[in-house]
């Protein structure tokens, strides 16, 4: 599939998502950085840097929907890019702490896999943070990593992957917002 195939079809499933969602939804930039490869005795590339975004729908709902979109560098030092959904049950504490666990589904591209034609996908995910900040983690278990990349051809000893992401609200970066900061800052 082109290029231009691909993000026609990214941008397709992502309006339709965000059709399906309600209205109300904070934007948030996603900061690909960082696997673990369980017992690997192989070196893989475990500095997944990479940028994406996450659209949350009804964030105040027990039952959030997520569109999303990553681009960053896979465990083999290639450029590998996915977008898709998810839906996360919320959990909420004091202070605006909350806790989601929930699935994601996807289509990626991966140099390694069918050389680059998209593949569908689905992995269990785990978010935990504020408004502002949030960490989330996702992971492949070895089954996974055995059938979609062969990797355990190579490295027989891996025991799955995890994936790590900071995910920031994209508020953080308005000039209204760092104005409205620095304005409380200085009333202290």
């Known amino acids: 599939m082109q290029l231009s195939a691909w993000m026609t079809t990214v941008a397709l499933c992502l309006a339709w998502f965000a059709g399906t969602a309600e209205a109300q939804g904070n934007w948030d930039v996603v900061l690909n950085g960082h696997a673990v490869h369980v017992n ?23 039952w959030v929907k997520v569109a999303l979109a990553n681009g960053f560098k896979d465990s083999c030092d290639e ?8 839906l996360k049950r919320r959990f909420r504490f004091a202070d605006g702490f909350y806790f989601d666990v929930g699935m994601a589904g996807f289509v990626m591209t991966r140099q390694d896999v069918n050389d680059n034609r998209p593949f569908p996908g689905a992995l269990p995910v785990l978010t935990f943070g504020t408004k502002h900040i949030a960490l989330n983690l996702t992971y492949m278990p070895n089954k996974v990593v055995d059938t979609v990349t062969k990797a355990n051809l190579q490295d027989p000893a891996m025991k799955g992957v995890y994936f790590f992401q900071v995910k ?20 202290e």
């Open 40 to 62: 690997a005795a192989k070196e893989w590339n475990e500095k997944n840097w990479g940028l994406g975004i996450e659209r949350e729908f009804n964030p105040r709902s027990r």
């Open 79 to 86: 450029l590998s890019y996915m977008a898709g959904g998810a």
């Open 168 to 187: 920031l609200d994209a508020s953080l970066f308005s000039p209204r917002v760092r104005h409205a900061h620095l304005l409380a800052e200085t009333a």
